[in-house]
């Protein structure tokens, strides 16, 4: 049987550079957004570098607190937050290498952005920055997959049994809750997103900050950016930092 590698993530606001090197390294990465929203959380923001320093850009959701809110279900709160967070990217990568070459792409995903939930936000940007990378790997959401499970190990197990994984790929947060001996004992392996090692790039505000949102690689290294990325062939000092 083929090998197939599962990851299962909640979806994020144009994440970090990390995130991305997650969905390249399996063949299907599932969007976990039929759980809790969490507040203060990279599912609505993310940072970007300014000529002032490191600023957050977040997006304006509903969040009343008093129920179990779902990432798939929350709404924005803003109509203008596509507008407003294009015109400050404007502002702070006018002036950096490769802001040109990406310029209309990223326009239009602003600009031309519709959806009016948080999760449909996140997966517009995260299927257009894979293909500037050229990121094949297959994105679905959990709400896809039998639901029969309450606890998180089990449901866990059951997107990964419904899509026939051989490896589950975890991030190390998940160390603290993941029943590794379940997943084994279903002959599904577990393994771990490793962070370590990531080499600088070219950046345009020092300095030098890698928990970045992708748009900083994208806007100062420009196609080249998958050089910078772990599971794409390694740059400089990678090789003597891993």
């Known amino acids: 049987m083929k090998d197939q590698k599962v990851a299962v993530i909640q979806s994020n606001y144009i994440p970090w550079k990390g995130y991305f090197d997650f969905i390249r390294r399996v063949d299907e990465f599932v969007l976990f ?3 809790q929203y969490t507040r203060r959380d990279w599912r609505n923001r993310n940072r970007i570098k300014t000529p002032q320093g490191v600023q957050w850009l977040t997006i304006p959701v509903k969040v009343t607190g008093k129920y179990f809110q779902k990432i798939q279900d929350t ?9 407003n967070h294009w015109k400050t990217l404007c502002h702070a990568y006018a002036r950096a290498r490769c802001f040109g070459e990406l310029r209309a792409t990223f326009e239009e995903l602003y ?3 519709r959806e ?3 999760s449909e936000v996140n997966r517009r940007f995260l299927t257009a920055v894979n293909a500037i990378l050229e ?14 499970a309450s606890d998180p190990n089990h449901r866990l197990l059951e997107i990964c049994q419904a899509l026939r994984a051989t490896e589950y790929v975890s991030g190390l947060a998940a160390r603290d809750y993941l029943d590794v001996a379940l997943f084994e004992r279903e002959g599904i392996r577990v393994t771990w997103m490793d962070y370590a090692g990531y080499p600088e790039y070219p950046q345009l505000h020092p300095p030098f900050e890698h928990a970045m949102s ?4 994208l806007f100062n290294v ?3 950016a998958p050089r910078f990325l ?3 062939e390694p740059v400089g000092s990678r090789r003597s930092s891993e």
């Open 33 to 35: 957004d039929d759980v």
């Open 75 to 83: 709404e924005i709160d803003d109509p203008g937050w596509a507008e």
């Open 111 to 113: 600009l031309g952005c």
């Open 116 to 118: 009016t939930l948080l």
């Open 135 to 148: 990121i094949e790997t297959r994105l679905s959401w959990s709400r896809e997959y039998p639901a029969s």
């Open 214 to 217: 992708i748009v900083d690689l």
């Open 222 to 224: 420009g196609r080249d």
């Open 230 to 232: 772990k599971t794409f």
